[in-house]
């Protein structure tokens, strides 16, 4: 783990990528041209993310990542062995408690009752939910069900991690607490995290890596290294060099359109 | 994890208090405030109604001069209706027999109309082509005016209890049916998603996504069959002369003498009081099972 702030060294990832885009164009059959050519790796201890404007294609660049969706031109190639996904919605079944929820994609995978509970009940911990697992996702805030979804998605301890927009439906407040809360899951887990947000300051704050897109169709126009260590302290928002990387995305954002 | 836990207190107290849902308890007090004003409403209206009843007999009484063939009063179906309540031959208890075959027939009927429903519903949800081959017929069974097939029942499955039950079953499958397809084919599509993603087997999104979803749907279904699976009941009594006979038969029967007209009332009154509390138990089953998580549960009665 890599542990210097002073340096201001970007964090980059270490071994062969576990995400590659080369040339990856997407063109739905109704001729909507989602993305253009789009190009990059995420290798592990990588946390790139992707700000670009609404409609530009970055939910299809997540979906084309996991396989939900197959692109029509280039190469995609990831690591699908266990993949974590958050979606914008919490998509928590309503059904279940917050430790069911958390144990179902290890369920759906088959793992053994008894590993999956002992998994889930540690994934609990990670997002701070203790004391909430018997409660119905109706009784949770915005940020309590996100918090399931992630600790549901931690349990097969994905190798990759896809976010989009996971905390767009919250209160700044929310979102900065469960911003802090990621920068320690990735210390933690180590894996290659692709995030998408329509936050500049949220991109900046998480990644090592900052990707701009233009609208549709979505092309990579910025590409930015956060010179920041791994240890991103909550008051890292108010550095000025925090507030210039942010003021220049911005301004790539203005021309995106 | 000590890096993880540092931050506990301020968490906890960030999200506990947005945590509780305040338009909820408002919700609460709200409904608590008067609760007479459930129960003033329809009472007014009963009395209208049985204002009504009296005006309507009294008319009959004068004109007739006796009571042949006029409408009896609301007081005499009680006196000489439902009184005695507890007599081997007279009043009440010969009736409650009656309705005891109907309870029978109908929990029967809205059983087979609940497997045999599903059953259908998922096999319409897994395949397109078996839900068009099947559709048609579904709507055919609800749309077919029952007392026109009852003969041609009565020549495939006889005068028993088993062409009794084919009754209920063509009247209560049909919500059964429409109300889990609709519950089954509307899972949220990022659930489709998240279970593509965990390589879920049709089978597994069947148990662990559509059919639990579903389960407010079929409840709803339930509830209106349970009110069509009387109908069919009472309706084959009028019907079919042999097998155990239920509270139609009964009614049918004190309708013939006007001096048995009372009683004929008061088996009017059981069938509908019998159709009401089915509605309202199932209500409360649903109710039971899906208040955790079902938005719609709380409201409903
Ligand atoms: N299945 C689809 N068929 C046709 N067009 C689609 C489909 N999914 C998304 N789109 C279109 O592709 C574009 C990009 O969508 P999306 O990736 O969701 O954007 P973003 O997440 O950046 O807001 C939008 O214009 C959207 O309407
Ligand atoms: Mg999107």
Same mark, same amino acid.
């Given at each position: 783990?890599?542990?210097?702030?002073?340096?201001?060294?970007?964090?980059? @990832?270490?071994?062969?990528?576990?995400?590659?885009?080369?040339?990856?164009?997407?063109?739905?059959?109704?001729?909507?041209?989602?993305?253009?050519?789009?190009?990059?790796?995420?290798?592990?201890?990588?946390?790139?993310?992707?700000?670009?404007?609404?409609?530009?294609?970055?939910?299809?660049? &997540?979906?084309?990542? #996991?396989?939900?969706?197959?692109?029509?031109?280039?190469?995609?190639?990831?690591?699908?062995?266990?993949? @974590?996904?958050?979606?914008?919605?919490?998509?928590?079944?309503?059904?279940?408690?917050?430790?069911?929820?958390?144990?179902?994609?290890?369920?759906?995978?088959?793992?053994?009752?008894?590993?999956?509970?002992?998994?889930?009940?540690?994934?609990?911990?990670?997002?701070?939910?203790?004391?909430?697992?018997?409660?119905?996702?109706?009784?949770?805030?915005?940020?309590?069900?996100?918090?399931? #979804?992630?600790?549901?998605?931690?349990?097969?301890?994905?190798?990759?991690?896809?976010?989009?927009?996971?905390?767009?439906?919250?209160?700044?407040?929310?979102?900065?607490? &469960?911003?802090?809360?990621?920068?320690?899951?990735?210390?933690?887990?180590?894996?290659?995290?692709?995030?998408?947000?329509? #936050?500049?300051?949220?991109?900046?704050?998480? #990644?090592?890596?900052? &990707?701009?897109?233009?609208?549709?169709?979505?092309?990579?126009? @910025?590409?930015?290294?956060?010179?920041?260590?791994?240890?991103?302290?909550?008051?890292?928002?108010?550095?000025?060099?925090?507030?210039?990387?942010?003021?220049?995305?911005?301004?790539? &954002?203005?021309?995106?359109? | 994890?000590?890096?993880?836990?540092?931050?506990?207190?301020?968490?906890?107290?960030?999200?506990?208090?947005?945590?509780?849902?305040?338009?909820?308890?408002?919700?609460?007090?709200?409904?608590?405030?008067?609760?007479? !004003?459930?129960?003033?409403?329809?009472?007014?209206?009963?009395?209208?109604?049985?204002?009504? /009843?009296?005006?309507?007999?009294?008319?009959?009484?004068?004109?007739?001069?006796?009571?042949?063939?006029? $409408?009896?009063?609301?007081?005499?179906?009680?006196?000489?209706? +439902?009184?005695?309540?507890?007599?081997?031959?007279?009043?009440?208890?010969?009736?409650?027999?009656?309705?005891?075959?109907?309870?029978?027939?109908?929990?029967?009927?809205?059983?087979?109309?609940?497997?045999?429903?599903?059953?259908?519903?998922?096999?319409?949800?897994?395949?397109?082509?078996?839900?068009?081959?099947? +559709?048609?017929?579904?709507?055919?069974?609800?749309?077919?005016?029952?007392?026109?097939?009852?003969?041609?029942?009565?020549?495939?499955?006889?005068?028993?209890?088993?062409?009794?039950?084919?009754?209920?079953?063509?009247?209560?499958?049909?919500?059964?049916?429409?109300?889990?397809?609709?519950?089954?084919?509307?899972?949220?599509?990022?659930?489709?998603?998240?279970?593509?993603?965990?390589?879920?087997? !049709? /089978?597994?999104?069947? /148990?662990?996504?559509?059919?639990?979803?579903?389960?407010?749907?079929?409840?709803?279904?339930?509830?209106?069959?349970?009110?069509?699976?009387?109908?069919?009941?009472?309706?084959?009594? +009028?019907?079919?002369?042999?097998?155990?006979?239920?509270?139609?038969? +009964?009614? !049918?029967?004190?309708?013939?003498?006007?001096?048995?007209?009372?009683?004929?009332?008061?088996?009017?009154?059981?069938?509908?009081?019998?159709?009401?509390?089915?509605? $309202?138990?199932?209500?409360?089953?649903?109710?039971?099972?899906?208040?955790?998580?079902?938005?719609?549960?709380?409201?409903?009665?």
């Amino acid at each position: 783990m890599m542990t210097d702030p002073g340096t201001a060294a970007p964090t980059s @990832g270490s071994g062969a990528p576990r995400l590659k885009f080369q040339n990856v164009s997407m063109v739905f059959p109704d001729g909507t041209h989602a993305l253009d050519d789009v190009s990059f790796n995420v290798a592990p201890g990588e946390f790139v993310t992707v700000v670009g404007p609404s409609g530009c294609g970055k939910s299809t660049l &997540l979906r084309i990542a #996991s396989g939900l969706t197959p692109h029509t031109s280039g190469v995609c190639e990831v690591d699908r062995g266990s993949i @974590g996904y958050v979606f914008q919605d919490a998509t928590l079944l309503p059904w279940r408690t917050v430790q069911r929820n958390v144990e179902l994609n290890a369920e759906l995978h088959g793992m053994p009752k008894a590993e999956r509970q002992a998994k889930a009940t540690d994934a609990i911990k990670l997002v701070n939910l203790v004391g909430h697992e018997k409660k119905f996702p109706k009784q949770l805030s915005g940020g309590m069900k996100m918090r399931t #979804s992630l600790a549901r998605s931690l349990v097969l301890n994905p190798k990759v991690f896809l976010f989009d927009e996971p905390f767009g439906a919250l209160d700044e407040i929310t979102r900065e607490f &469960l911003n802090d809360e990621l920068i320690r899951l990735f210390q933690h887990e180590q894996f290659a995290g692709l995030f998408i947000t329509h #936050s500049i300051s949220e991109a900046v704050f998480l #990644s090592t890596r900052v &990707l701009v897109m233009s609208a549709r169709p979505g092309r990579i126009i @910025g590409d930015y290294q956060v010179p920041f260590g791994a240890d991103r302290p909550h008051d890292l928002r108010f550095d000025p060099a925090f507030a210039e990387l942010c003021g220049r995305i911005s301004n790539d &954002l203005k021309d995106a359109h | 994890m000590a890096m993880t836990t540092q931050h506990v207190p301020s968490f906890e107290a960030a999200l506990t208090d947005d945590g509780e849902d305040p338009v909820r308890t408002i919700e609460r007090t709200g409904k608590s405030r008067n609760p007479l !004003r459930n129960f003033v409403p329809p009472f007014l209206m009963f009395l209208v109604f049985l204002g009504i /009843w009296y005006a309507y007999s009294g008319l009959r009484y004068d004109i007739a001069a006796q009571r042949i063939n006029a $409408l009896p009063f609301p007081h005499e179906v009680i006196r000489d209706g +439902f009184l005695p309540l507890w007599d081997e031959n007279n009043g009440l208890r010969p009736a409650l027999g009656y309705l005891w075959v109907t309870l029978i027939g109908t929990l029967t009927g809205l059983g087979v109309s609940i497997v045999l429903g599903v059953m259908i519903a998922v096999v319409m949800n897994l395949s397109k082509s078996a839900e068009r081959a099947i +559709f048609p017929y579904a709507v055919v069974a609800q749309t077919v005016p029952i007392l026109a097939i009852l003969p041609l029942l009565t020549q495939v499955f006889g005068e028993k209890f088993m062409v009794r039950l084919v009754v209920i079953v063509l009247i209560a499958i049909f919500p059964v049916i429409t109300n889990t397809l609709f519950g089954l084919q509307s899972a949220d599509r990022l659930h489709h998603d998240l279970f593509t993603l965990n390589k879920a087997s !049709r /089978w597994t999104r069947l /148990w662990k996504l559509e059919l639990p979803g579903a389960v407010p749907a079929l409840m709803t279904g339930v509830r209106i069959a349970s009110g069509g699976a009387v109908i069919g009941a009472v309706v084959a009594d +009028f019907f079919f002369t042999r097998g155990e006979k239920g509270i139609g038969f +009964f009614i !049918r029967v004190k309708q013939q003498r006007a001096s048995e007209r009372p009683e004929m009332f008061m088996g009017t009154i059981l069938a509908s009081m019998f159709g009401v509390v089915m509605f $309202l138990v199932i209500g409360y089953i649903t109710n039971r099972a899906i208040r955790n998580w079902h938005d719609s549960a709380r409201d409903r009665t």
